[in-house]
């Protein structure tokens, strides 16, 4: 594990750092933050609860012990409205299932420091879920039509596989399967840390052209690009692997460029929502995506997942639907609405959300 945190971008591996250097946070990471990414978000959980209070973990921890030998009514009372108006805090920074997880990872701060009878019952702050509408054909020709060279391979990318950015900014040239020998049609095989799942997925022809101009500018700029080389970098020198602040940054750039909301989720959602028009079965596309599938109803999954040479076919298919190059947008919106209600329960159900285009959810 020490290799692969290593392996972090600074920005990330800082949290795991500052979690380290207190004995107490460093035991709550050993106890319960079996993933590398828990590790960095109850790191960073540790550190925004430090700058929230004024105090270190250990402070923390110490005051809490002091409290709960005194009166643990009191202790209680206290320490619930402190992490009360933390969780305020929290709301007003980070979207709500991010404000959970920074409360949870504090709370597991104290309570993996005291017995068990002295454990902190504070309420995290609830998830609220809602409905990511995917870019739809006309904006995202826009987009692409307005960014530079870089951003064009990243808008590509996104659409194009169905990645998530926290796998996309780990990959190297070399992850790209064919890439290196001029092949159309390239494979990548990714292991998604959040759902704990390898997977696999792919990239077509517009990804794969803007890539190669995307190195070729790179390589005029004095880098030497290798199979170790990260597929994107920062702009200026010294080159550096683009990190997830860095990467999502850009998009809002790009958002503030164009007018249009560009965000790797929404490019996701596009991916899904235009290569269901393909009838790519939903566990398949789920699989592309990296989502875990479930057991119980879906207990059949491992058998409708084809070999590779099968869903590269597949993949090949419904490629028109997301092909930059078709000018026929009309043609796929109309697909998506003729699409019948009782097909989109099923895919609500498997985890797709089909939605039309100028379409909101109610409420």
């Not at 594990?1 to 591996?13: D, G, V």
């Not at 990296?290 to 997942?305: F, L, N, P, Q, T």
């Not at 590779?308 to 998506?336: H, S």
Request: with cysteine; aromatic share 10%.
């Amino acid at each position: 594990m020490n290799e692969k945190i290593n392996k972090l971008p600074p920005s990330r591996r800082k949290e795991i750092e500052y979690a380290e250097s207190y004995s107490e946070s460093k035991r709550m990471l050993d106890k319960v933050a079996k993933s590398i990414s828990t590790k960095v978000s109850y790191g960073k959980a540790c550190r925004l609860l430090g700058g929230f209070t004024k105090k270190t973990p250990t402070e923390i921890v110490a005051e809490y012990k002091a409290d709960a030998r005194g009166s643990l009514y009191e202790c209680f009372d206290k320490w619930e409205r402190i992490f009360d108006d933390f969780a305020i805090f929290l709301e007003k920074n980070f979207g709500s299932a991010t404000a959970h997880l920074y409360h949870s990872g504090a709370k597991a701060l104290i309570n993996c420091n005291v017995p068990r009878s002295a454990r902190l019952q504070a309420r995290s702050p609830e998830v609220h879920s809602r409905e990511i509408t995917p870019v739809n054909f006309e904006d995202l020709k826009k987009i692409y039509g307005m960014a530079n060279v870089r951003d064009r391979a990243i808008i590509a990318f996104f659409k194009d596989s169905g990645i998530s950015a926290r796998e996309v900014v780990g990959l190297n040239i070399g992850d790209l399967e064919g890439f290196g020998k001029n092949e159309t049609w390239i494979r990548i095989a990714v292991y998604r840390e959040k759902e704990h799942v390898n997977y696999e997925t792919f990239l077509g022809p517009n990804t794969v052209k803007a890539l190669r101009a995307y190195v070729e500018v790179r390589k005029r700029k004095g880098e030497k690009v290798t199979d170790n080389s990260p597929v994107f970098i920062t702009e200026n020198k010294p080159f550096r692997r683009l990190d997830l602040h860095a990467l999502r940054a850009n998009l809002q750039q790009i958002s503030k460029k164009t007018g249009i909301v560009v965000s790797t989720h929404r490019l996701r959602k596009f991916f899904e929502t235009y290569m269901a028009i393909g009838k790519v079965h939903p566990i398949v596309l789920k699989y592309w995506m990296g989502h875990k599938i479930k057991s119980g109803r879906d207990v059949e999954a491992r058998y409708i997942i084809p070999p590779t040479p099968e869903q590269i076919k597949m993949y090949k298919e419904a490629y028109r639907n997301i092909d930059l190059a078709r000018a026929d947008t009309a043609e796929r919106e109309a697909a998506i609405a003729a699409i019948p209600e009782a097909v989109r329960k099923e895919l609500k159900r498997l985890g797709v959300t089909m939605m039309r285009k100028g379409e909101k959810k109610d409420g």
